[in-house]
């Protein structure tokens, strides 16, 4: 019965959500920022890339995509991926929904890590892994322009892992990115203005 409430509730939130984004990205009244401009796309077989870019290049990413999109790692180059509109960055943090506030203490849009249920497998480029994804409960991905520079600068460590380096920006000229993200309906416990 849970179940079956919860995809009625979700069902009813996805049409208002697409809805408030288009509406309030168009707006600009005042000196209130604009809403995050949001879209949702559907993965048929998700998997979660640690892409590590060939050399001299350093940047190393977690990047969403269609499992069938895999073999063009090896074929492209990190800006011909990037350019790609079937190419996602995972979230990269927790984000409040766009809209009633009634919403925001129960739902959050997060990282699609936690769906990852499998063991990392070779990408097919030589040097980068992936692991599959199960499909959100709700069947969509969110979809928000991220601001680049919180992407920027994860860089190979040479030792066939990544870190953080935030001298390093593996994402010149870039400003923004496509991230995903999945909708998480959170405990009770774990309500509150003070949880992120």
Do not use: C, W
């Amino acid at each position: 019965m849970k179940r079956i409430l919860f995809a009625l509730f979700v069902g009813a939130l996805l049409s208002g959500l697409g809805a408030m984004a288009q509406g309030r990205a168009g707006a600009r009244g005042g000196k209130a920022a604009p809403a995050p401009r949001m879209q949702t796309v559907r993965l048929d077989d998700p998997v979660l890339v640690f892409y590590r870019e060939k050399p001299p290049g350093n940047a190393a990413q977690q990047l969403v995509m269609d499992a069938k999109v895999l073999p063009q790692l090896a074929k492209l180059s990190f800006e011909e991926l990037l350019n790609r509109p079937d190419i996602y960055f995972d979230g990269i943090d927790s984000r409040e929904l766009p809209g009633s506030a009634k919403n925001k203490d129960k739902l959050r849009l997060v990282g699609s890590y936690g769906l990852s249920n499998s063991k990392r497998q070779p990408a097919g480029d030589g040097r980068s892994q992936y692991v599959r994804l199960r499909k959100p409960k709700q069947g969509v991905f969110y979809v928000f322009l991220d601001d680049a520079s919180q992407y920027r600068s994860l860089v190979n460590d040479g030792h066939g892992g990544s870190r953080v380096d935030f001298q390093a920006n593996v994402l010149p000229g870039i400003d923004s990115v496509r991230a995903v993200y999945v909708l998480r309906l959170l405990d009770p416990a774990q309500r509150g203005a003070s949880i992120r």
